[in-house]
Protein backbone atom coordinates (compact mmCIF):
# COMPACT_ATOMS: atom_id res chain seq x y z
CA UNK A 1 0.00 0.00 0.00
CA UNK A 2 1.55 3.45 -1.04
CA UNK A 3 2.19 5.60 2.04
CA UNK A 4 0.95 8.91 0.91
CA UNK A 5 -2.19 10.80 0.02
CA UNK A 6 -2.87 13.27 -2.48
CA UNK A 7 -5.97 15.14 -3.30
CA UNK A 8 -7.11 13.06 -6.54
CA UNK A 9 -7.25 15.94 -8.83
CA UNK A 10 -6.28 19.88 -8.82
CA UNK A 11 -6.92 22.98 -11.34
CA UNK A 12 -4.17 25.74 -11.85
CA UNK A 13 -4.63 28.60 -14.06
CA UNK A 14 -1.40 28.72 -16.67
CA UNK A 15 1.50 31.14 -15.28
CA UNK A 16 0.61 30.64 -11.26
CA UNK A 17 2.11 28.56 -9.11
CA UNK A 18 1.01 25.02 -8.63
CA UNK A 19 0.64 23.72 -5.20
CA UNK A 20 0.54 20.37 -4.44
CA UNK A 21 -0.01 18.42 -1.40
CA UNK A 22 1.35 15.18 0.19
CA UNK A 23 0.47 13.81 3.52
CA UNK A 24 3.07 11.14 4.55
CA UNK A 25 2.14 11.06 8.48
CA UNK A 26 3.90 7.34 8.89
CA UNK A 27 7.18 8.41 7.14
CA UNK A 28 9.99 6.79 8.71
CA UNK A 29 13.66 8.99 10.00
CA UNK A 30 15.20 7.19 7.18
CA UNK A 31 12.75 7.79 4.58
CA UNK A 32 12.74 10.53 2.00
CA UNK A 33 9.93 12.34 0.20
CA UNK A 34 10.18 11.56 -4.11
CA UNK A 35 8.26 13.24 -6.59
CA UNK A 36 7.52 12.16 -9.41
CA UNK A 37 5.16 13.18 -12.14
CA UNK A 38 3.36 11.36 -15.74
CA UNK A 39 2.48 13.07 -18.56
CA UNK A 40 0.17 10.88 -20.78
CA UNK A 41 1.43 7.58 -22.15
CA UNK A 42 4.79 8.66 -20.86
CA UNK A 43 6.90 6.86 -18.12
CA UNK A 44 7.31 8.69 -15.07
CA UNK A 45 9.62 11.64 -14.57
CA UNK A 46 11.40 12.79 -11.45
CA UNK A 47 11.02 15.40 -10.04
CA UNK A 48 12.63 16.39 -6.87
CA UNK A 49 13.43 14.40 -3.44
CA UNK A 50 14.28 15.74 0.09
CA UNK A 51 14.22 14.47 3.11
CA UNK A 52 13.72 17.44 5.83
CA UNK A 53 15.05 20.34 4.29
CA UNK A 54 13.46 22.69 1.82
CA UNK A 55 14.26 21.59 -1.77
CA UNK A 56 15.09 23.54 -5.00
CA UNK A 57 15.53 22.51 -8.37
CA UNK A 58 15.12 24.07 -12.00
CA UNK A 59 11.47 22.31 -11.98
CA UNK A 60 9.98 22.77 -8.94
CA UNK A 61 10.56 23.25 -4.90
CA UNK A 62 9.91 21.00 -1.92
CA UNK A 63 8.63 21.96 1.00
CA UNK A 64 8.64 19.66 3.97
CA UNK A 65 6.95 20.31 6.99
CA UNK A 66 9.32 20.49 10.38
CA UNK A 67 7.27 17.09 11.28
CA UNK A 68 7.85 15.55 7.88
CA UNK A 69 4.24 14.07 7.86
CA UNK A 70 3.50 16.30 5.17
CA UNK A 71 4.78 17.92 1.87
CA UNK A 72 3.74 20.34 -0.80
CA UNK A 73 5.32 20.32 -4.02
CA UNK A 74 5.92 23.99 -5.63
CA UNK A 75 5.70 24.30 -9.58
CA UNK A 76 6.14 28.44 -9.76
CA UNK A 77 5.00 29.48 -12.62
CA UNK A 78 2.79 26.37 -14.48
CA UNK A 79 2.43 25.88 -18.14
CA UNK A 80 0.15 23.57 -20.19
CA UNK A 81 2.89 21.26 -20.24
CA UNK A 82 2.67 20.89 -17.03
CA UNK A 83 -0.61 19.02 -17.08
CA UNK A 84 0.10 15.35 -15.71
CA UNK A 85 0.05 12.95 -12.84
CA UNK A 86 1.79 14.14 -9.84
CA UNK A 87 3.04 11.26 -7.40
CA UNK A 88 4.34 11.58 -3.91
CA UNK A 89 6.48 8.52 -2.42
CA UNK A 90 8.03 7.74 0.53
CA UNK A 91 11.26 5.81 0.15
CA UNK A 92 14.64 4.68 1.83
CA UNK A 93 17.27 5.96 -1.03
CA UNK A 94 20.17 5.65 1.24
CA UNK A 95 22.00 2.52 0.90
CA UNK A 96 22.78 0.74 3.94
CA UNK A 97 20.21 2.93 5.83
CA UNK A 98 18.37 0.71 7.54
CA UNK A 99 15.15 -0.87 7.27
CA UNK A 100 12.53 0.02 4.87
CA UNK A 101 11.84 -0.14 1.22
CA UNK A 102 14.03 0.99 -2.05
CA UNK A 103 11.14 0.27 -4.08
CA UNK A 104 9.24 3.28 -5.61
CA UNK A 105 5.61 2.12 -5.39
CA UNK A 106 2.73 4.63 -6.91
CA UNK A 107 -0.59 5.18 -5.37
CA UNK A 108 -3.05 7.30 -7.41
CA UNK A 109 -1.17 10.34 -7.18
CA UNK A 110 -2.80 13.75 -8.28
CA UNK A 111 -3.94 14.41 -11.61
CA UNK A 112 -2.90 18.69 -12.09
CA UNK A 113 -4.67 19.82 -15.21
CA UNK A 114 -3.25 23.47 -16.47
CA UNK A 115 -5.83 25.80 -17.64
CA UNK A 116 -4.73 28.47 -20.64
CA UNK B 1 19.51 13.05 -15.66
CA UNK B 2 20.32 8.93 -16.94
CA UNK B 3 18.29 8.01 -20.13
CA UNK B 4 15.99 4.89 -20.17
CA UNK B 5 14.95 3.68 -23.63
CA UNK B 6 12.57 0.69 -24.47
CA UNK B 7 11.95 -0.75 -27.48
CA UNK B 8 9.37 -1.71 -29.12
CA UNK B 9 7.58 1.90 -28.27
CA UNK B 10 4.18 0.50 -29.29
CA UNK B 11 3.11 -2.84 -30.62
CA UNK B 12 0.51 -5.15 -32.12
CA UNK B 13 0.05 -9.11 -31.73
CA UNK B 14 -2.17 -11.52 -32.00
CA UNK B 15 -3.97 -13.47 -29.12
CA UNK B 16 -1.60 -16.52 -28.37
CA UNK B 17 1.80 -15.12 -29.38
CA UNK B 18 4.27 -13.90 -27.69
CA UNK B 19 5.95 -10.25 -27.40
CA UNK B 20 9.54 -9.42 -26.59
CA UNK B 21 10.43 -5.83 -24.64
CA UNK B 22 13.50 -4.34 -24.41
CA UNK B 23 14.76 -2.06 -21.73
CA UNK B 24 17.96 -0.44 -21.97
CA UNK B 25 20.08 1.96 -19.73
CA UNK B 26 22.10 4.07 -22.15
CA UNK B 27 24.24 6.24 -20.43
CA UNK B 28 25.01 4.10 -16.74
CA UNK B 29 24.99 0.63 -15.66
CA UNK B 30 21.88 -0.54 -13.85
CA UNK B 31 22.36 -2.72 -10.97
CA UNK B 32 18.63 -3.24 -10.85
CA UNK B 33 15.64 -3.34 -13.25
CA UNK B 34 11.88 -3.05 -12.72
CA UNK B 35 9.14 -3.65 -14.97
CA UNK B 36 5.70 -1.92 -14.16
CA UNK B 37 2.58 -1.90 -15.87
CA UNK B 38 -0.19 0.38 -15.96
CA UNK B 39 -3.76 0.05 -17.15
CA UNK B 40 -5.86 2.90 -18.35
CA UNK B 41 -6.11 5.45 -16.01
CA UNK B 42 -5.00 3.55 -12.83
CA UNK B 43 -1.44 3.90 -11.31
CA UNK B 44 1.54 2.05 -11.80
CA UNK B 45 2.09 -1.84 -10.56
CA UNK B 46 5.00 -3.54 -10.11
CA UNK B 47 5.28 -6.63 -11.68
CA UNK B 48 8.96 -7.40 -11.00
CA UNK B 49 12.41 -6.47 -9.81
CA UNK B 50 15.67 -8.07 -11.54
CA UNK B 51 18.97 -8.05 -10.62
CA UNK B 52 21.74 -8.96 -13.24
CA UNK B 53 22.80 -12.19 -13.71
CA UNK B 54 20.45 -13.60 -11.22
CA UNK B 55 16.57 -14.19 -11.10
CA UNK B 56 13.59 -11.70 -11.28
CA UNK B 57 11.86 -11.62 -7.94
CA UNK B 58 7.71 -11.36 -9.30
CA UNK B 59 5.48 -9.58 -7.14
CA UNK B 60 2.12 -11.46 -5.67
CA UNK B 61 -0.16 -12.30 -8.56
CA UNK B 62 2.11 -11.85 -11.26
CA UNK B 63 2.70 -15.27 -13.17
CA UNK B 64 6.71 -15.66 -13.88
CA UNK B 65 5.84 -18.24 -16.47
CA UNK B 66 4.17 -16.25 -18.58
CA UNK B 67 6.51 -12.59 -17.71
CA UNK B 68 10.15 -13.71 -18.52
CA UNK B 69 12.42 -11.57 -17.26
CA UNK B 70 16.19 -11.88 -17.98
CA UNK B 71 18.46 -9.00 -17.26
CA UNK B 72 21.46 -10.32 -19.04
CA UNK B 73 23.64 -7.57 -18.81
CA UNK B 74 24.07 -4.22 -16.31
CA UNK B 75 22.22 -2.15 -19.55
CA UNK B 76 20.06 -4.35 -20.71
CA UNK B 77 16.57 -6.22 -19.35
CA UNK B 78 13.87 -7.95 -21.09
CA UNK B 79 10.81 -8.49 -20.45
CA UNK B 80 8.67 -11.48 -22.76
CA UNK B 81 4.56 -11.97 -22.53
CA UNK B 82 4.34 -15.31 -23.69
CA UNK B 83 1.02 -16.24 -25.16
CA UNK B 84 -0.61 -13.09 -24.97
CA UNK B 85 -3.97 -12.58 -24.25
CA UNK B 86 -6.28 -9.58 -24.65
CA UNK B 87 -6.40 -9.41 -21.14
CA UNK B 88 -2.51 -8.53 -21.17
CA UNK B 89 -3.41 -5.11 -22.81
CA UNK B 90 -1.68 -2.66 -21.40
CA UNK B 91 1.26 0.21 -20.95
CA UNK B 92 4.57 -1.60 -19.89
CA UNK B 93 7.47 0.83 -18.09
CA UNK B 94 10.46 -0.66 -17.28
CA UNK B 95 12.87 1.05 -14.63
CA UNK B 96 16.71 1.03 -14.11
CA UNK B 97 18.23 1.76 -10.61
CA UNK B 98 21.63 2.79 -9.97
CA UNK B 99 23.80 3.23 -7.05
CA UNK B 100 25.53 7.46 -7.11
CA UNK B 101 27.59 7.03 -4.35
CA UNK B 102 25.39 6.19 -1.14
CA UNK B 103 22.21 6.64 -2.73
CA UNK B 104 19.77 5.05 -5.13
CA UNK B 105 18.62 6.64 -8.53
CA UNK B 106 15.80 5.28 -10.43
CA UNK B 107 15.14 5.91 -13.85
CA UNK B 108 12.14 5.02 -16.13
CA UNK B 109 11.74 3.96 -19.58
CA UNK B 110 9.28 5.53 -22.11
CA UNK B 111 6.94 2.76 -22.19
CA UNK B 112 5.35 0.19 -24.24
CA UNK B 113 2.35 0.26 -25.46
CA UNK B 114 0.83 -3.82 -26.13
CA UNK B 115 -2.29 -4.31 -28.16
CA UNK B 116 -3.08 -8.01 -28.11
CA UNK B 117 -6.02 -8.47 -30.34
Known amino acids: DAKTTQPPSMDCAEGRAANLPCNHS???????VYWYRQIHSQGPQYIIH???NNETNEMASLIITEDRKSSTLILPHATLRDTAVYYC??????FGSGAGSYQLTFGKGTKLSVIP | GAVVSQHPSRVICKSGTSVKIECRSL??????MFWYRQFPKKSLMLMAT?????????EQGVEKDKFLINHASLTLSTLTVTSAHPEDSSFYIC?????????????FGPGTRLTVT
Open chain 2, 50 to 58: SNEGSKATY
Open chain 2, 27 to 32: DFQATT
Open chain 1, 89 to 94: IVRVAR
Open chain 1, 26 to 32: TISGNEY
Open chain 1, 50 to 52: GLK
Open chain 2, 95 to 107: SARRLAGQFYEQY
